[in-house]
Each structure stands twice: as structure tokens, then as C-alpha cells.
């Protein structure tokens, strides 16, 4: 069983920055690809980026490219997401996802379906 815990969210001016963390209980991290997702009012939750169990994989949606960066520390159990320049239209509920799965799809990496573990969100929200 592993919990994920988001932290880091707040409310910011458009083109601030801001640092997510997402700390994961348990011993076996490392084995865990690790995503974050969105959601904002009335909207589905959407791929926001994810990172493949040893950190040399990433992917990101072509709405954050360029501006937001994923990354983790296996040694500290915790996934992070950089997010700068930020827009209002990324205003949202920011969650960590958690999968133990191996594929060599990428496309894997995108999906909701993918992911076992989650944790339950940090608000984010970029004022105009």
C-alpha cells in the first residue's frame, strides 16, 4: 500500500511559479512510474506530466511544455512538478498518481487508467 501526499499549492500572480511536492509512504518507491494530473471546476481531470520509475523518461501534456518540469528524488520518496510561467487556465486541483505497472508504451504514461495510486490534491490557483 502506498500513500501520496501533495503539497505546494497556493495561489499565485500569472507568470509566478510555483513547486509541487508529492511525498509517497512506503519502501518501494523506486519501482513506482509517477504522474500528476489536473482538474478545474467542471472539467475532467487531465495529464499534466509523468516520470518513468528511474527518472530518465518524462512526459509532459503540450499545454505545460516548456514551462513545467517533473522530477523525483527516489532517495527522499517524493515526485516534484516546477511549474513556472504560470496561466490562469492552470488553475486546478493538482493530484500525484502513483503506478507499479511496466510498459514500453509511452502512451501508458497518459492515462488515467494507468495509475493504482493517488493521492487526494493541492489546490492550485494563478490569478489574472
Known amino acids: 500500500q502506498v500513500q501520496l501526499v501533495e503539497s505546494g499549492g497556493g495561489l499565485v500572480q500569472a507568470g509566478g511559479s510555483l513547486r509541487l511536492s508529492c511525498a509517497a509512504s512506503g519502501r518501494t518507491f523506486s519501482s513506482y512510474a509517477m504522474g500528476w494530473f489536473r482538474q478545474a471546476p467542471g472539467k475532467e481531470r487531465e495529464f499534466v506530466a509523468a516520470?518513468?520509475?528511474?527518472?530518465?523518461?518524462?512526459y509532459y501534456a503540450d499545454s505545460v511544455k516548456g514551462r513545467f518540469t517533473i522530477s523525483r528524488d527516489n532517495a527522499k520518496n517524493t515526485v516534484y512538478l516546477q511549474m513556472n510561467s504560470l496561466k490562469p487556465e492552470d488553475t486546478a486541483v493538482y493530484c500525484c498518481?502513483?503506478?507499479?505497472?511496466?510498459?514500453?508504451?509511452?502512451?501508458?504514461?497518459?492515462?488515467?487508467?494507468?495509475?493504482?495510486?493517488w493521492g487526494q490534491g493541492t489546490q492550485v490557483t494563478v490569478s489574472s
Open positions: 516520470i518513468s520509475w528511474s527518472g530518465g523518461n518524462t
Open positions: 498518481a502513483g503506478s507499479r505497472q511496466r510498459t514500453s508504451y509511452s502512451t501508458a504514461y497518459y492515462s488515467r487508467d494507468w495509475y493504482y495510486y
